[in-house]
C-alpha cells in the first residue's frame, strides 16, 4: 500500500499490536487479584486498559483526512467495535476498584 493510507494502516497496525499486549497484561492482573495488593493490581489494570482505548483512537487518527473506500468504512467499523469492548472493559474495571473484593466470596 502506498501513500497516506498506507502509512496510517502500517501505524494502525502498530496501535493494535500495542493494545492487544496492554489486553494481555490487564488478563493477567484479573486472573491474579489479591487483596493485598488490590490497589495497585486496579490502578495497573486502568492504566493498561486506559492505553488500549488510546490505541484505537489514536489508530481511527490516522485516517482522518480520508473519508471514503468501503475497505476504509469496514475497518473503521471494526475498530469502533474493539474501542467500544474496551471502554466497556474499562468501565467494569473502575466498578470492580470501587467495590473491591471485598464484595466476592473467598475462593
Keep these: 500500500m502506498k501513500g497516506k493510507f498506507g502509512v496510517a494502516l502500517s501505524d494502525c497496525i502498530e496501535c493494535f499490536d500495542n493494545a492487544i499486549d496492554e489486553l494481555h497484561k490487564s488478563l ?3 486472573r491474579k487479584l489479591s487483596r493485598t495488593t488490590f ?4 490502578g495497573d489494570l486502568n ?3 486506559s492505553a ?3 490505541d484505537g483512537n489514536t489508530c481511527l487518527d490516522g485516517f482522518e483526512e480520508d473519508r471514503k473506500g468501503n475497505q476504509l468504512k469496514s ?3 471494526r475498530v469502533l467495535r474493539a474501542t467500544r469492548f474496551t471502554s466497556n472493559a474499562l468501565a467494569l474495571a473502575n466498578k470492580l476498584a470501587a467495590t473491591g473484593l471485598e464484595s466476592f466470596p473467598d475462593t
Design 47 to 49: 492504566t493498561w486498559l
Design 75 to 77: 475497518l473503521k467499523n
Design 28 to 30: 493477567g492482573v484479573l
Design 39 to 42: 490497589v495497585t493490581q486496579m
Design 52 to 54: 488500549a482505548l488510546t
